[in-house]
């Protein structure tokens, strides 16, 4: 099996490599962060953070969408999606879970 | 109804394997989303399957994907969903507006977007089992008969109206179709989707036996984009459009009143999506003014051939153009 230096430095496999580009994202306890950081002023903090976090990945995949339909949540995370789709990220929203 | 087994697939592939299957059988099938146009098809014995093959079962039918490119939107995803998505609200404002005005709340938790753009004619002669063209007999009763709600533009033989509400908004969306059938699978402009009459008098679309429309592609949302949809009943709710207009501006980057380009698509008046490109040419390049907005009102009714009770669609359309226009204009 061929492994990466990098991955072998780190203990890793390019399967785990492979796994941490694609996220699970809850909206449920995104929004609650998010409700967090209105009371401590930090909301810009979360999400620059967030989209830092989010730098390495392929596909994020978002459950409990539902949530997303909070206007002034979405609009902070709207400009996330829309900065992660103009870098060729995937955006999978799944409504039933 | 006839009895039918139920089969539940676990993906498309399993699906189409199943309509092989039954094909080779010599017994006829159906595929149901949500079923709500299905079932009622069923009870009336106006489709009489030997197997209903449900598709409910296959996960990440319902899944919205964006991308670099664009959107895709899984057939299966509900109307109540697609009504509430706020990203596809805020960029396909056309298509959100559409789903949310279909039937009634119940129904669009269940009914599916590829049910809605696929469902057949609500036309009475056609429902109540009448020997009419849809039916496989040779006659459309509209002609002569009760037509107050059938079409003023693209009738002959059949004088149907397309029922669904979020097809001309996706027409207007430039949208494409993946269908996935037993020999393979293929994209389709939305706009070639859907066929005249007088291409094919009994169906109202381009699916082939047993194919299915597994997902919709919506290309990438510019930043000067507006649209709207507005739709006429002749009730408050849980009716089809007797007119409906689908509205998507392209406004200039530099000069956000002009209009860089426009796609105009009418409901409820024709046996498929009515896309007015004369209407679409008259704005291309012009500022939006209530004298434009009449001016393509009057436009967008050349060509109408009105039946014996539908006139009344004449003056309407020329009102919902007009008004759709001049409030979408308006908005910033």
């Given at each position: 099996?061929?492994?990466a ?27 609650m ?62 409504p039933r879970? | ?29 159906a ?21 209903v ?102 009738g002959?033989?059949?004088?149907i ?30 706009s ?7 291409e ?133």
């Amino acid at each position: 099996m061929k492994v990466a230096r990098r991955e072998f430095l780190r203990l890793g496999s390019s399967r785990q490599s492979r796994e941490r580009r694609r996220v699970e994202l809850s909206c449920e306890r995104l929004y609650m962060r998010y409700l967090d950081s209105i009371d401590e002023c930090t909301t810009a903090d979360v999400f620059e953070a967030l989209e830092r976090d989010l730098r390495d990945v392929t596909t994020l995949r978002l459950t409990c969408t539902a949530w997303l339909s909070r206007e002034d949540f979405h609009s902070w995370i709207e400009p996330l999606f829309d900065s992660l789709t103009a870098r060729g990220v995937r955006v999978v929203f799944e409504p039933r879970l | 109804m006839k009895p039918f087994t139920n089969a539940n697939p676990r993906d498309l592939q399993q699906a189409m394997t199943l309509v092989r299957q039954a094909a080779g059988s010599g017994q006829t099938t159906a595929l149901a989303g949500g079923g709500s146009d299905l079932m009622a098809l069923l009870k009336e014995r106006l489709v009489t399957p030997d197997v209903v093959i449900n598709l409910k079962a296959i996960r990440g039918l319902d899944q919205i994907t964006a991308g670099a490119t664009g959107i895709t939107i899984g057939g299966l995803l509900t109307l109540d969903t697609l009504a509430h998505h706020a990203t596809l609200r805020r960029q396909y404002t056309v298509l959100a507006e559409a789903a949310e005005g279909v039937a009634t709340p119940q129904i669009r938790n269940v009914g599916t977007l590829a049910g809605n753009i696929c469902q057949r004619p609500w036309c009475w002669y056609f429902r109540n089992g009448f020997p009419c063209l849809k039916n496989g007999g040779t006659t459309c009763f509209s002609v002569t008969g009760e037509n107050q709600f059938h079409a003023i533009f693209g009738g002959g033989p059949s004088y149907i109206v397309h029922p669904s509400d979020t097809a001309p908004a996706l027409v207007a969306l430039d949208a494409r179709f993946r269908l996935v059938g037993p020999s393979g699978e293929r994209i389709v402009p939305a706009s070639d989707f859907f066929v005249l009459p007088r291409e094919n008098s009994a169906r109202e679309n381009v699916l082939a036996p047993g194919e299915v429309l597994a997902d919709i592609r919506l290309p990438r949302a510019s930043s000067g984009m507006k649209s709207t949809y507005h739709k006429v009943m002749d009730r408050e709710a849980w009716t089809h459009a007797v007119v409906s207009a689908a509205i998507v501006l392209e406004m200039d980057s530099d000069n956000k009143d002009v209009c860089r380009s426009a796609r105009i698509v009418l409901g409820g008046v024709a046996p498929i999506p009515w896309r007015l490109t004369e209407v679409e040419r008259l704005l291309t390049g012009q500022r939006i003014t209530p004298a434009l907005a009449a001016r393509a009102a009057e436009a967008s009714v050349e060509g109408a051939r009105p039946l014996g009770k539908n006139g009344y669609k004449v003056p309407l359309t020329k009102g919902v153009v007009e008004r759709t226009l001049t409030t979408l204009a308006a908005q910033a």
